[in-house]
């Protein structure tokens, strides 16, 4: 399974505290809301790329473990992320959402977070299209669907639901707070 | 700037330090999981955990913590971590530093020997204290041969120790099949041609060859014959066995411990094994002469070290004082050793395997499984 990030860290072969110190650097030249990979063989990565994104801010994705590598996936925090003021005016709560999920109403659901946030912990069905990239799939999309934009926490989906809205799509919807709170069905690679 | 150069001590000065209930305190840089489920300990050590992670930029946050008067020893899971910790202590002016050389893995494989006594012809018992795991394994030396009982997976010590005290190795016991420990009683056995020893009743799924270990089977040691009596003392695993040496000593195996009992879960048998575990430590052992010296398998925490760091008690004071042999209803019995139990050791399922042959991890593996403390007692926390 290949994930694709912004940025991929080397540590292969190195002990700690290597690993931590290369990805520290590495994230300090990224962006926020852009995502770094770790390579690692050293097995006490795992714990401590958690402890640290924990104490750090930044958001730990997951892990993947393919031979004896193991990947490590972390979206750099973005202070402004939580605080945002939405100005997309029609939305839908978590609860909502899963509502219509239960009635198997089969919604459109596009999630527009980072390819590795999307591929360890996502609704399933949902479409992936970072926002990054929503402008060049929008033929994808059709205008006269019910649309739900997710995110982690509703920000960056309240751009994208802005983005469509002035593109012509009138049954957008942004789900709120999104990810970071979805106690429904999840799925992962 | 301080010129004082870095030092690392090893798990042996370690072991010495703590034996010897000296002052020292230890920053551990590990994870506070890691720290949580497993640390350094000594009745004259303080400890203080702090993520080598929350240190890369600078150890300003702790810096005020840190004794200048004290020994400091800075610790985490491999080395790494604690050296470049240790070295922006000193950058700070803190002159009493060292970090553990090999970490936490080097502080679990270390084994410490200590005499506990004398044999009726002039041979001795010898207790191997691996402390940072709370392993006990057990050498009988007599007339140029020896005995290895429980013996820990790091074989080389044992080999080393025998020359050392110009004995054979002739055979290597394991009281049960242990579940928190990868034995090294095979390897020896085979690294020195001893015969190796093993209660049937605990290989039903063994794959190799082994001499049963049950009563009336004869071992002895040297030319005047000290005789290993094994006494069955089912309740930790269905073939538990004890050992009496010399008529002196009870080698109790992970049946009866100096501050608690075995627990009879790690093979997945609790409910079956409990009238076993009862009636060997409240009938059998009863029976034995109470001035036995208990030898067991494991110790739970530091306090059970005596004043030389071994670890032992007279089986009447046992009696007397062990919360596990003062449980008078069978109900009360039950419960303790069936609920509320400490986790199970680290990889508990996967080292009962191996030490059925049934799985070979290469040495790193290996090391990484027998990770964190025993858990054998059902006091452990």
Redesign the interface.
Known sequence: MSIRVDKTVDAKGLACPMPIVRTKKALDELEAGQVLELQATDKGSLADIQSWAKTTGHQYLGSTHEEDVLHHFIRKSNPNEVKEAKAYPHTISNDELLQKLANDTAPVIVDVREPAEYAFNRIPGAISIPFGELEQHIGQLNPEQEIYMVCRTGNRSDMAAQLLSSRGFNKVMNVIPGMSEWNGPTEKN | MNQTELKGMTAGELAVKVFHHEPLFILDVR????FMNWKIEGKQIQILNK????L?ESVDEIIDQIPDETEVLVV??????SQ?VAEQLVEQGKSKVSYLLGGMKAWSEHLEPVKIGDLSDGGSIYQFVRIGKGCLSYMIISEGEAVVVDTLRMTGEFERFAAEHQAVIKHTLDTHLHADHISGGRKLAEDAGAMYWLPPKDADEVVFDFNPLVDGADITVGRTRITIQPLYSPGHTIGSTSLIVDGKYLLSGDILFVASIGRPDLAGKAEDWVGDLRETLYERYKQLPDDLTVLPAHFGSIAELGQDGSVSAKLADLFRNNPGLNMTSETEFRSAVTEKLPPQPNAYQEIRQTNMGKITPDDEEQR?MEIGPNRCAVHDK
């Open positions: 994870n506070e999981s890691d993520p080598y992670f929350e890369l985490c899971a491999k080395e790494g971590s470049f990484e």
